[in-house]
């Protein structure tokens, strides 16, 4: 059998496939190494180019092989209108959808880092919820470009499309309207963008709380303060409110505490004493209210109530600031000469 006149760019002409494929494969990986030699250390193109470089020779290597084998093949046994072309180009397309899904689970693998890199002036949230929009968008071409393949391969002609269209249709009308709008929440939820990744949220309705893991195309996974996985279906998110408890801009501190009935006239010196002390700290906002009053008599004791709000919105921070307020309020009820009052029972003996 005579050798396929094949030429690459390059390489001798009436070259062997399957040679000229290696040949080709070889140049890649070198190219692909000495180019990664120079680009910075574990910097995201560096990555993404050493992820790759296997991949894509092996990509090569196999349509060369795949074209050669199909070339030589009996037209009875296996029928190809394009002499092996359409094995190549099927083997090239599964080639490149292998690549990408490797340049995914990359990304994926040190997300913070890479974030870092590609978003430096943005905060820890938009670069997470950058990243995760980027990786929803490869899935997508992922899909896409298997899908185009498939049909490709399969020669579907366009008429059969259009059938299939009518039956998807019906079949999402009458079967699958939950699913469809679990999809379009899924959609909104990355356009309108009311919580990403990282945050931590709240559903009343439903008792639901917990940090944001993932966003996906129908369902959200939450992980509870308990450390337990939770998935939303996203349409939930449409229909009901839904607190965002991470973009809280200052987190309000709120103590009520109360005196002795016999403490009564030290009531406006412990006020005076804790405002001008809340003045001083600089953990307070103070363009928010500040204020210490004096709010109505209890059953054993006169009730007065402190509120403030922190410089920001981490709740660590939140309950340091609370923390410190609570001792200096005890100190000062104490330097004022007056007491914290319990519940107490006078039993009377008949």
Known sequence: ?????????????????????????????????????????DSLAQALLMRSQLSLCLTILLASLGWWAASLTDPALLP?????????????????????????????????????????????RERLFLFDLADKLIAVLVAVLIALELLRLLGTPTALLATAGGFGAAALGF?????????????????????????????????????????????????????QPVFIPNGLFTTQPVINIARIDNRR??????????????????IAALQQQLGDDPAIDHEKMVAVHFVGYGESSLNLRLLCHGCDGDIATAWDLQQRLLLKIGRVVEEQGAEMPFPTRLLVQP
């Open 1 to 41: 059998m005579a050798a396929m006149p094949v030429t690459l760019l390059l390489l001798p002409p009436r070259l062997p496939v399957p040679i000229a494929g290696l040949l080709l494969a070889v140049v890649v990986w070198v190219a692909l190494q000495l180019i990664g030699s120079r680009l910075q250390r």
């Open 253 to 270: 501190i709120w103590i009520d505490f109360g005196v002795r009935y016999n403490d009564r006239e030290l009531i406006e010196p412990i």
């Open 80 to 124: 190809l209108t394009r002499g092996g072309l359409e094995v190549r180009d099927g083997l090239i397309t599964i080639g490149l959808v292998w690549t990408v899904l490797r340049c995914k689970r990359e990304l994926r693998r040190q997300v913070d880092t890479y974030s870092q890199q590609v978003f430096p002036n943005l905060t820890q």
């Open 175 to 227: 079967g699958a309207k939950t699913i469809v709008e679990n999809a379009l929440s899924g959609i909104s939820l990355y356009v309108n963008r009311p919580f990403v990744v990282g945050d931590f949220i709240r559903v009343p309705s439903e008792d639901l709380a917990g940090t944001v893991v993932q966003i996906g195309w129908f369902y959200t996974q939450l992980r509870d303060p308990e450390r």
